[in-house]
Structure formats: C-alpha cells, structure tokens
C-alpha cells in the first residue's frame, strides 16, 4: 500500500473486520438513508465555501437548499442501485430500519439545517482552503492522504459535522482527525494553524442549532500520529482483523451494520477459508 486516509484508518480503529471487507477484499458495504443526507449537506456547503472562495458571495440560503436538494435526489438514486446490487448483505432487520427512514423528513431536517447554518456561522468565514487534497509522506513509508473540508483566511481549520446528539468540548480533544488536519495545514501553508473549530449543526425534531468547539491554540504530537499509523498499517500487513464490539453494541448490530452477515460469516468459516473464497472474486 503506497499511501492511506483517514477514513481507512478510522475504519480499522472502528471496527478491523469492516477494513478487511472493504479495504483489503473490496466489498461494497450497503448504503443508508442517512449517510446519503450527510453527503448532500457536506456537498451542498463544500460548493458553497468554493463558490464564496472565488466571489466574496457564495450562494444564498435559497440556492443552497435547492442545491442541497437535488444532491439529494441523485444520492437517493444511487442507494437504490447501492441497495441492489449489497441486497445479498441486507439484514431484514437493517432493511426493516432502512424503510422506517422518511426522506421528506430527512430533507425538511437538511433544510432547517441549511437556513440555521446561514443565518448564524456563514457570515463570520472567509474561506481560504476548501477541499484541499493534501499527502503527507510518513515513517511506515506511505502516504497518509486526504482533503481538508475547510479553512478560513485568519488560518483557523474548520471540520463541520452534523448530530442529532448534543456534543461535548471533549469531542474536539479526542479527534485524531483534527490532528491531522493540522499536519495538512503545515503542509500546505508552511505553518501550524492559529485555531480549530468543530462546527456542529444539531439536529432535534423541529429545529436545529449550531454548536460551536474551539480550541484557539491547538498542540499535537506529530510522533504519536505517525507511530499510530505505523501501528495499524503493521496488523493490516499481518493480517489481524478483529471485530472487538460487545455482542450488543449497536455498532454491530442487525439493524446497523451493513457486514453483519459477513461478520458472521467470518466467523463460522475462519480467516483461511473466508479469504479463500473472497478473495478471488
């Protein structure tokens, strides 16, 4: 493996068993309503920052929930596809809770989020970097590569996430994301950035607010990011992929996870027969 995101390595921290099905063997996992609404929003304002980018403007809150909208239709579309062509995965229990997901609310949810998004953060950023893909050579010798979701121009690094939690302070000091979103920004610019914010957009049944986390004079451990990458790239190399979640976490539940009957699968075969058969599809 010449280089690995983010995304790989929280996968494997997450859940090693879900990197090894996707990752090393390739399978598509099936789709959800509600990742395909967090993909329209994170599209939708993506577009706008670049737009605000190159005219000081960006789009309106009417524009940008027609934009958000129609992101929406098309993602929608390709679940269906998605949905087909994993049904072999489908749980009766993930299908039953995928059905139980009204669209219309998800938009109307999407919407309330856009107008609260615009009326409150939009105006106090000037973007600077937006969607910039960065690759960062590390000790293990690979990449470690990915694109920062948002900077603004007083160099302050803006990752922003929706929830229908509240979230804590804590969140922002437990991200090993943010850290590396700093070590992109020394990358890119040449210096550490002046701040990081984890902008939230919560979400409750008939409104949405913004919630806010900063941390003004950012520090971390550049050693500690390498050696853990290291880490996870020596057991993936070696074949360790274990699925360490409780029985009963939701995480790997029927009506959550899109693996569970590979997980199940895995385990009554064992990893010699399991990867015999998959890996020459």
């Given at each position: 493996m010449k280089h690995v995101s983010f995304t790989q390595l929280m996968t494997y921290v997450r859940c090693p068993e879900h990197y090894l099905f996707r990752y090393v063997l390739g399978i598509k996992r099936?789709?959800?309503?509600?990742?395909?609404?967090?993909?329209?929003?994170?599209?939708?304002?993506?577009?706008?920052?670049?737009?605000?980018?190159?005219?000081?403007?960006?789009?309106?809150?009417?524009?940008?929930?027609?934009?958000?909208?129609?992101?929406?239709?098309?993602?929608?579309?390709?679940?269906?596809?998605?949905?087909?062509?994993?049904?072999r995965l489908i749980t009766k229990e993930f299908l039953s809770k995928e059905k139980g997901i009204d669209v219309n609310q998800l938009v109307a949810t999407g919407l309330r989020g856009i107008d609260v998004y615009f009326r409150d953060m939009n105006p106090k950023i000037s973007p600077?970097?937006?969607?910039?893909?960065?690759?960062?050579?590390?000790?293990?010798?690979?990449?470690?590569?990915?694109?920062?979701?948002?900077?603004?121009?007083?160099?302050?690094i803006?990752?922003?996430?929706?929830?229908?939690?509240?979230?804590?302070?804590?969140d922002i000091q437990l991200d090993q994301q943010l850290a590396i979103y700093q070590l992109a920004y020394q990358s890119l610019k040449g210096k550490l950035p002046k701040g990081i914010t984890k902008d939230y957009i919560v979400f409750s049944k008939r409104d949405?607010?913004?919630?806010?986390?900063?941390?003004?004079?950012?520090?971390?451990?550049?050693n500690v990011v390498f050696r853990n990458i290291a880490v996870i790239m020596e057991a993936v190399r070696r074949n360790i992929f274990y699925c360490i979640h409780p029985a009963e976490s939701w995480v790997?539940?029927?009506?959550?996870?899109?693996?569970?009957?590979?997980?199940?699968?895995?385990?009554?075969?064992?990893?010699?027969?399991?990867?015999?058969?998959?890996?020459?599809?």
């Open positions: 099936p789709p959800g309503k509600a990742q395909k609404h967090g993909f329209a929003l994170h599209e939708t304002f993506a577009y706008h920052f670049d737009q605000k980018k190159k005219d000081s403007k960006g789009l309106n809150a009417r524009e940008a929930k027609e934009f958000f909208v129609e992101v929406f239709r098309s993602a929608l579309e390709e679940y269906e596809t998605e949905m087909e062509e994993t049904k600077d970097l937006v969607e910039e893909p960065f690759s960062i050579p590390t000790a293990s010798k690979v990449d470690l590569v990915g694109r920062i979701d948002m900077t603004d121009k007083k160099g302050v803006h990752e922003l996430k929706t929830t229908r939690r509240m979230p804590n302070a804590q949405a607010k913004i919630v806010q986390f900063r941390v003004d004079k950012p520090f971390f451990d550049k790997c539940s029927k009506e959550w996870c899109g693996f569970y009957k590979l997980h199940k699968e895995l385990r009554e075969k064992g990893f010699a027969k399991f990867m015999l058969q998959y890996s020459r599809k």
